[in-house]
């Protein structure tokens, strides 16, 4: 019995040092009000865009799905007691939506300080323009949106662009041929293409905050990109029913829970003293490195003149 207890203690000391060592993350801690100010959060970013609005910020919802957007919104402005909470409606698979939300927003809204990129997938299809899913929401939706409210951004004292990237950017590359021909960075519709395509859009986030950076030196704007950490309650959103049977349990113990996959998010919008890291690479609420293609200043210069041409500009 003793050596049975010794073994129970053993594996759970194990699971605990793994948890709190590379699962759980770190919590960002900060004081900082935004009474005032308006946040762009894109996607249902909840848990970030809760904190915002506890704040004081306005906050701006802007995703696709209208009943959980305002569902979500009803969730904020009851448990942040901030009023200041609404959604409008952004569908990053139409560059068409796109350019309708930037308009909509530059007539109805005076300011912008925050402007969170945050919504991704991993899914397979074309968009309503024909690119791939994962390069045309996850790269060129948020790439259009932020150039679009660029402008206004700079109005403000201080504002920041915080682009949601993931550690898989450092299985990405960027195909030019690939993307000319088949306005994609893969060449099927497997789910194995869909995951080495979310891996590419993850590196074309990195390329673009690290571009976008070099563009905005000498202005009022920062930006930065981060991973937020594999969430419990997202991992398991595409898979079928028996991989959900045999992999959800294992991600509840491990994996982050919202409040812990959007810490690194919120310590890149408000963490005071970041603005000579603009540019960089952010995990666990601390300065982290991206992969060599994520360092090449040639190609993220290269990946912004494509998608300004794709995206018409």
């Given at each position: 019995?003793?050596?049975?207890?010794?073994?129970?203690?053993?594996?759970?000391?194990?699971?605990?040092?793994?948890?709190?060592?590379?699962?759980?993350?770190?919590?960002?801690?900060?004081?900082?009000?935004l009474k005032g100010k308006t946040a762009i959060v894109?996607?249902?970013?909840?848990?970030?865009?809760?904190?915002?609005?506890?704040?004081?910020?306005?906050v701006i919802l802007a995703c696709?799905?209208?009943?959980?957007?305002?569902?979500?919104?009803?969730?904020?402005?009851?448990?942040?007691?901030?009023?200041?909470?609404?959604?409008?409606?952004?569908?990053?698979?139409?560059?068409?939506s796109v350019r309708g939300f930037a308009e909509t927003f530059l007539k109805s809204e005076p300011r912008l300080d925050l402007l969170i990129n945050n919504a991704g997938l991993i899914a397979s299809g074309r968009t309503e323009d024909g690119f791939g899913m994962a390069f045309g929401v996850n790269h060129l939706g948020h790439f259009l949106l932020t150039l679009l409210l660029l402008d206004r951004l700079k109005q403000a004292e201080h504002s920041r662009v915080v682009n949601v990237s993931a550690l898989l950017h450092r299985l990405g590359s960027v195909d030019f041929n690939l993307l000319n021909t088949q306005k994609d960075l893969v060449t099927g519709q497997s789910s194995w293409h869909?995951?080495?395509?979310?891996?590419?859009?993850?590196?074309?986030?990195?390329?673009?905050?690290?571009?976008?950076?070099?563009?905005?030196?000498?202005?009022?704007?920062?930006?930065?990109?981060?991973?937020?950490?594999?969430?419990?309650?997202?991992?398991?959103?595409?898979?079928?029913?028996l991989q959900k049977l045999l992999f959800l349990p294992m991600s509840k113990l491990f994996f982050l829970d919202p409040e812990g996959g959007a810490q690194t998010t919120l310590y890149c919008a408000l963490q005071e003293g970041l603005e000579p890291l603009s540019g960089r690479?952010?995990?666990?609420?601390?300065?982290?490195?991206?992969?060599?293609?994520?360092?090449?200043d040639a190609l993220a210069k290269k990946l912004w003149e494509v998608s300004e041409r794709l995206c018409g500009l």
């Amino acid at each position: 019995m003793s050596v049975l207890l010794s073994v129970l203690v053993g594996v759970l000391a194990a699971y605990l040092l793994i948890y709190y060592i590379l699962f759980k993350g770190a919590r960002f801690k900060s004081n900082v009000t935004l009474k005032g100010k308006t946040a762009i959060v894109t996607g249902i970013g909840k848990t970030t865009a809760l904190d915002l609005a506890k704040r004081g910020a306005r906050v701006i919802l802007a995703c696709r799905n209208k009943q959980k957007a305002e569902a979500a919104v009803y969730d904020i402005r009851k448990e942040s007691g901030n009023p200041e909470v609404l959604y409008m409606h952004l569908d990053l698979a139409s560059l068409k939506s796109v350019r309708g939300f930037a308009e909509t927003f530059l007539k109805s809204e005076p300011r912008l300080d925050l402007l969170i990129n945050n919504a991704g997938l991993i899914a397979s299809g074309r968009t309503e323009d024909g690119f791939g899913m994962a390069f045309g929401v996850n790269h060129l939706g948020h790439f259009l949106l932020t150039l679009l409210l660029l402008d206004r951004l700079k109005q403000a004292e201080h504002s920041r662009v915080v682009n949601v990237s993931a550690l898989l950017h450092r299985l990405g590359s960027v195909d030019f041929n690939l993307l000319n021909t088949q306005k994609d960075l893969v060449t099927g519709q497997s789910s194995w293409h869909a995951f080495r395509a979310y891996c590419h859009s993850k590196l074309c986030n990195v390329l673009f905050t690290r571009e976008l950076a070099n563009r905005l030196e000498g202005t009022s704007v920062t930006c930065y990109c981060l991973h937020p950490g594999v969430i419990a309650t997202e991992i398991g959103r595409n898979m079928g029913a028996l991989q959900k049977l045999l992999f959800l349990p294992m991600s509840k113990l491990f994996f982050l829970d919202p409040e812990g996959g959007a810490q690194t998010t919120l310590y890149c919008a408000l963490q005071e003293g970041l603005e000579p890291l603009s540019g960089r690479y952010f995990s666990s609420c601390a300065l982290q490195n991206v992969s060599a293609h994520g360092r090449d200043d040639a190609l993220a210069k290269k990946l912004w003149e494509v998608s300004e041409r794709l995206c018409g500009l």
